[in-house]
Structures are given as structure tokens and as C-alpha cells.
């Protein structure tokens, strides 16, 4: 099959409800990625050190832990679009497609095993934070910030699981533009998907540069989404 005859292949709609599912998907992932932004005004950033952080926790904990439960969350919709996506790109290439999107989904279930998130964000600071509000002497206090700190430490380490992330990202957009999904969305994943795989590797020394790879992030998985959509359709 020729390049000019794979993009007029119409999807394969024994596959339309998981493509449904997908497309629904990505659209939750880009919901559950804003919902934390638009918690800014509500309350500040969390601070990334012990003792400020775990005070912060306990004057805003609802926003905390909404904002924990979004970013942990995107692992369960980020794992349905790379099952939905590798379906949709296997007639393109099996071999790529099955492993761009077993990749993805691994990538994801670790995620959501270890709790992924941003570094001041992680379920054990919100049990510290509560020990440490109710502490009584200095010692204990300084105990738990030290603990918070050895948490915050460990979560803003190499991520093997948004590594692996960028990856798929990577395989399955090189095959979008044979499959019609367009040259410009198969350009943002294949840029999507180096920069992940150096901002996730370099995560604990680029700092604020991270913010770049946190942007394109949730606009190719919504773009992906609106594509999936269509193809349910």
C-alpha cells in the first residue's frame, strides 16, 4: 500500500467504540491537566521544600489533593487513547503500532502504580503534613520535614514511567501522517516525544524548562482526541 493509498483507508469500525473511548479519553486527560491550572488563582503554589510544603497542605488541602488526584488521574484516560491509537495506526505498521501503544500503556499503568505526579504533589505528604501539624517538639517536626523532603526528593527524580511516555508518544506519531492524520499533528507528536524523552531524563537539573514538554503534552493528547472522535464517527 502506497503512502497516497493508506491515507484514504477508512478507520475500521469493528474498532469505532474504542475509538469512542479514546477520543472521550484524551478530552478528560486535557480536563484533569487544566483543572490544577485553574486552581492557581484559587489558592498559591505549592513550595517544594519540607516544612513550607507540609504547612501549606494543611491551609489547602482541598486544593492539594484535588490537584494530587488530577495528576495521578491522567494515567487512567492516558492509557485507554494509546490502546485506542495503536488500533487505529496498526494498518499503517503492526510492528510499530502494537509497540508504540504497548509501551504507552505500560507507561501508564507504572504511572499509576507509583503515583506520578509533580514533585510537591505526592499522596505520603498529605499523612506528614497532618503528623507534622499535630507534632509537639521540635524533634518530631524536624524528623517529618526531613522525611517530606526525602518524598519530594525521590518524585522529582528520572521518571522511567513519563520517559517511557515520551516513547510512545514518538513510535505511534511517526506512523499519523501515512495514516491520514495529518503532517502537522504527526510533527507535534514526533517533537512532543523527543523533547519527553530529554525533559523526563534531564527532570531533576532543567527545572523550569520541564514546563515546555508539561505544554505540548496535554495539546497532542487533545489533538489526538478530536482525531479519534472523528474516526468513531
Avoid at 483507508?9 to 474498532?15: E, M, Q, R
Avoid at 521540635?138 to 519530594?152: H, N, Y
Avoid at 524548562?209 to 468513531?232: C, D, E, H, M, Q
Wanted: proline share 6%; glycine share 10%; hydrophobic share 55%.
Amino acid at each position: 500500500m502506497t503512502p497516497q493509498q493508506s491515507q484514504t483507508v477508512s478507520p475500521d469500525l469493528a474498532w469505532r467504540r474504542l475509538y469512542l473511548a479514546g477520543g472521550v479519553s484524551g478530552v478528560v486527560y486535557v480536563v484533569l491537566v487544566l483543572v490544577p491550572l485553574v486552581l492557581v488563582f484559587a489558592a498559591p503554589v505549592p513550595p517544594d521544600t519540607g516544612a513550607p510544603l507540609l504547612t501549606y497542605i494543611a491551609e489547602h488541602k482541598t486544593v492539594y489533593l484535588v490537584e494530587l488526584v488530577c495528576f495521578v488521574g491522567l494515567a487512567v484516560p492516558g492509557l485507554v487513547v494509546f490502546a485506542a491509537l495503536a488500533v487505529a495506526l496498526r494498518s499503517v505498521d503492526q510492528s510499530i503500532a502494537a509497540l508504540g501503544g504497548l509501551v504507552g500503556i505500560v507507561s501508564e499503568a507504572v504511572a499509576l502504580a507509583l503515583g506520578s505526579s509533580p514533585p510537591s504533589l505526592h499522596g505520603g505528604l498529605v499523612v506528614l503534613s497532618n503528623e507534622y501539624n499535630r507534632a509537639e517538639s521540635e524533634t518530631t517536626r524536624a524528623g517529618l520535614v526531613s522525611a517530606a523532603d526525602a518524598l519530594i526528593a525521590a518524585t522529582n527524580a528520572v521518571s522511567w514511567a513519563g520517559i517511557l511516555t515520551a516513547a510512545a508518544i514518538l513510535l505511534l506519531s511517526l506512523l499519523m501522517r501515512q495514516r491520514g492524520y495529518g503532517t502537522r499533528l504527526a510533527v507535534l507528536g514526533i517533537l512532543t516525544g523527543a523533547i519527553g524523552l530529554v525533559s523526563e531524563a534531564l527532570r531533576p537539573v532543567i527545572g523550569p524548562g520541564y514546563l515546555i514538554y508539561g505544554l505540548l503534552l496535554p495539546t497532542w493528547f487533545g489533538w489526538v482526541a478530536w482525531k479519534l472522535l472523528r474516526s468513531a464517527r
